[in-house]
């Protein structure tokens, strides 16, 4: 099979991959471009870290449900091929993040990891629900682990999720982009555009700014047509927090 165009490193309980995703759907629309959604566990790269101390409780749990979730996108892809991760995520990500009612609160994080969660998502895009008995299945854990050093090898370990890759295995590769809201679909490729260009000079490292709107996601409280309201984010504290 021929090499993507992205790989685009995601964990589905992270709010910031998931509007990204919602951006790079856009553009992969746009421009024609193959999408290899492939894994970076939030609970992996934080596997050394005192929740307790680091992290608002529910994090732990969060972050495990996450998880549980990607061993179940391992299975699909090992059994039904990586479009079908592309569709499982998709599913997942509504589910979570924009679906009427969302919510964010630590009950709800830890059910994002139960069978009662993730069976009714495989069945609305047509997969077994068998394949939620991998929440359970630890030995799908190295191929996770495996893709997620693949992805800090990129950007070196300072960074959250999403990570990309454009033109692998020789392209950029970068943390994100951080984005509140969805660009217009005229915006979406200058967007990209504009990304893809400060992300291929050599010298380029960070740009970055803590202070900016609340994600537009249901989950995360926002409803549509509220206009989003600036927060301060503490500089580095959102980082691998989501």
Not at 92 to 98: H, K, R, V
Not at 151 to 163: F, Q, R
Not at 212 to 237: I, P, T
């Amino acid at each position: 099979m021929a090499e993507a165009d992205i790989h685009f490193y995601f964990d589905p309980v992270c709010p910031f991959a998931w509007m990204t995703s919602k951006w790079v759907r856009m553009v992969q629309a746009q421009r024609d471009y193959e999408v290899d959604w492939r894994f970076i566990s939030l609970r992996l790269v934080n596997a050394q870290v005192d929740y307790a101390e680091q992290f608002p409780p529910g994090y732990e749990a969060g972050h495990t449900a996450g998880l549980r979730l990607l061993r179940v996108a391992a299975r699909t892809r090992a059994e039904h091929g990586p479009a079908a991760v592309g569709a499982l995520y998709a599913a997942l990500g509504e589910m979570i993040f924009d679906r009427e009612g969302a919510a964010n609160d630590a009950e709800t994080r830890e059910r994002r990891g139960t069978a009662e969660f993730v069976e009714p998502v495989l069945d609305s895009v047509g997969l077994p629900v068998t394949l939620a008995a991998a929440l359970d299945d630890g030995s799908w854990d190295a191929e996770i682990q495996a893709e997620t050093d693949e992805a800090l090898s990129l950007t070196g370990k300072d960074v959250g999720t999403p990570i990309l890759h454009f033109e692998p295995p020789d392209g950029v590769a970068f943390f994100g982009p951080v984005i509140s809201r969805l660009p217009t679909e005229e915006q979406a490729a200058q967007l990209w555009d504009h990304v893809i260009a400060l992300t291929r000079f050599p010298g380029f490292a960070e740009l970055k700014r803590s202070l900016r709107e609340r994600v537009q996601l249901r989950a995360l409280g926002w409803r549509d047509g509220e206009v989003g309201a600036l927060e301060d984010w503490h500089g580095g504290s959102r980082r691998l927090k989501k």
